[in-house]
């Protein structure tokens, strides 16, 4: 079964920190995707990856950058934090089939 | 811009009760519809949908896809409240590289 593992549960950070969030998978799959998941917005894409060191934009980049240095590893991070990146954040995986999802993580900037 | 509306946005029924989930489309070179379930963590899969008018059904639950009118429904039949969750819908086109557009979700709640 497809894992997704996100470092963290739960953070607290105080703006203009700079944020990073870990995000591992165990099935080898070329796609990895960031979301940021607000109510009543529901799921939004921040950035995804296709392969190692290549990254494309989502929907809502603006305050974000990724990392990806290896297959397995997808980081997503937060230059300078603010208030408006609280948030729920979800990394995925995915190859050919669906979306597998971490459980998450809960990010408040005070 | 692909674009995926999901309603009710929130549900309260009782346990027994039939529910049906909507979730209409538009986007660009349709390539899957998709259902997952959410609790308090991670979304679960449920279901994929490509051809129009096939039921996919699984226990209580089940949806189908309607690509003339673009849209799907989910159908969940003697509630229970292990059903209570938040039920996302997300569509993928062939443009988009693998990217889902996700619907802002419908909450259910299952009251016993």
Known sequence: DVKVTQSSRYLVKR????????????????????????PG???????FSYDVKMKEKGDIPE????????????????????????????CASRENSPLHFGNGTRLTVT | EDKVVQSPLSLVVHEGDTVTLNCSYEVTNFR????????????????MLT???????SGRLSSIL?????????????????????????VESYNAGNMLTFGGGTRLMVKP
């Not at chain 1, 917005?41 to 950035?47: E, M, Q, S, V």
């Not at chain 2, 159908?75 to 819908?89: E, P, R």
Request: aromatic content about 14%; some cysteine.
């Open chain 1, 15 to 38: 703006t203009g920190e700079k944020v990073f969030l870990e995000c591992v998978q165990d099935m080898d799959h070329e796609n990895m995707f960031w979301y940021r998941q607000d």
């Open chain 1, 41 to 47: 917005l529901g799921l939004r894409l921040i950035y």
């Open chain 1, 63 to 90: 305050g974000y950058s990724v990392s990806r240095e290896k297959k397995e590893r997808f980081s997503l991070i937060l230059e300078s934090a603010s208030t408006n990146q609280t948030s729920m954040y979800l």
């Open chain 2, 32 to 47: 899957s519809l998709l259902w997952y379930k959410q609790e308090k963590k991670a979304p679960t899969f449920l279901f």
């Open chain 2, 51 to 57: 051809s129009s008018g096939i039921e996919k059904k």
């Open chain 2, 66 to 90: 309607d690509k003339k009118e673009l849209f799907s429904i989910l159908n969940i039949t003697a509630t229970q409240t292990g059903d209570s969750a938040v039920y996302l819908c997300a």
